[in-house]
């Protein structure tokens, strides 16, 4: 009976949930959660861009008051096309801009506040950042999202039902006039001190239920039916429960939900998941490119280094999560051009280090397979929607590639079928050379994609031994 009652809340969010559907004869059946199809496409966009810009940028600070003059804001050169155009060329596949931060100052000539860019200088107050960081996306394919800050230090009704009106119609206009929406954050940071209509007082909120979250999340689903809501307790991501763009070696995309709320202070569990989760909501990795989230002059010099910037992205994007890498766009309204350089070295290395895979359509042998379309080659066909996959009952198997040759590799790449759920529980690499097979690389999750770094190493060829939770759905296995 105690079983039974464990089971109750997964079984719940199963039905609530539009599950994918799979329809391949002989496919295994799922296994524990799984992603919906907004999920699934939102985990291979793998590296977006987040810009933070808004009054701070102007004030020179992290977090405003919500008492600044909305005359403070007054970009000189903003080109949200400069911003696209280095995204697209780094890399990524979407920006989420700062719309409202917690200073409450809003980018978009909002109806319900006077508080926006309609009263700055900036384009007399006839301009609208979000309209044309919108457009410069669709201009360059990339899709956009919105941080909407629920601290707002700057509304006289913050802490009192009515602003929660006021965050549902801003978040209407947002989710309404500016096209697809792929993300909508919510930040954790809420109550404290601050203006509120010149209150300046100290508001605590009850963070687990003064916002009543389900009520705004069927706003942003019956808005935007396919955005993928950000929050320390999704529903679509998770935060990664830390601001330094590492995700946990171990990494379960699943996550036992209803522990949590934004602002919530067992976060620390947010690193690695919940093997037993029931709810699948994948780790976000949130981190800037300097100290700061907003824009300093004097961190000009202070940009990550390119060696943290990679392992920034082995540990994020390496280890089953997305790479959410903040900008802060400087008082001209420009992406700074130290940051641009770095981006572009960031690039250039990776491309470096996944320049061959020496794997891509090699033979693949494996000592269990399912066939009927669900063969070992299917792991080396560069598709993540085919895989390779075991018997019914067999959660133990092994894979072996021969590269042709002998080859120096020192990358291994491996991927799940995450739409069936997440089974790899460990795994381990060996390379043969003159027929002696030596083990290079270990680890546990796999999840959506899991990246090792080793040394060089010499292979005529690799075998990899997966060990999961239930019959293995490995979709691709890359060695560059
Ligand atoms: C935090 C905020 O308080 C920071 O200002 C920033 O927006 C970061 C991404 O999230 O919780
Ligand atoms: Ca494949």
Partial sequence: MKHLLALLPFLFFACVKKTIVTSMPNEPAPFGPVPIKAQLDWQRLEYNAFVHFNMNTF????????SESPTTFNPTALDCRQWARVCKEAGMKGIILTAKHHDGFCLWPSKYTEHSVKNSPWKNGKGDVVRELSDACKEYGLKFGVYLSPWDRNHPAYGKPEYLTYF????????????????????GANGGDGYYGGANEKREVDRQNYYD????HKLVYELQPNAIIFSDAGPGCRWVGNEDGYAGETNWSALRLKEFYPGSPNYKELTNGHADGYAWVPAECDVSIRPGWYYHPEQDDKVKSLERMTDIYYNSVGRNGLLLLNLPVD??????????ARLMELK???Q???????????KATANDERGNGFEAKNALDGSPDTYWATKDDVKTASLEIDLGGKKSISRLVLQEQIKLGQRVTSFKAFAQQNGQWEPFAEGTTIGYKRILRFAKTEAEKVKIEFE??????ISEVGVY
Avoid at 59 to 66: S, V
Avoid at 168 to 181: F, K
């Fill in 348 to 350: 250039k290395l990776l």
């Fill in 468 to 473: 999961g939770r239930a019959v293995l759905c």
């Fill in 213 to 216: 979250w389900p009520t705004t």
């Fill in 331 to 340: 008082t001209r309204g420009l992406v700074h051009e130290n940051d641009a």
């Fill in 59 to 66: 004030t020179n600070i992290e977090w405003g008051m919500g």
């Fill in 168 to 187: 549902r119609n801003q978040l209407r206009e947002l989710l309404t006039n500016y096209g697809p929406i792929f993300e909508v954050w919510f930040d």
């Fill in 352 to 362: 470096k280090d996944f320049a061959t895979n020496f794997a891509a359509g090699k």
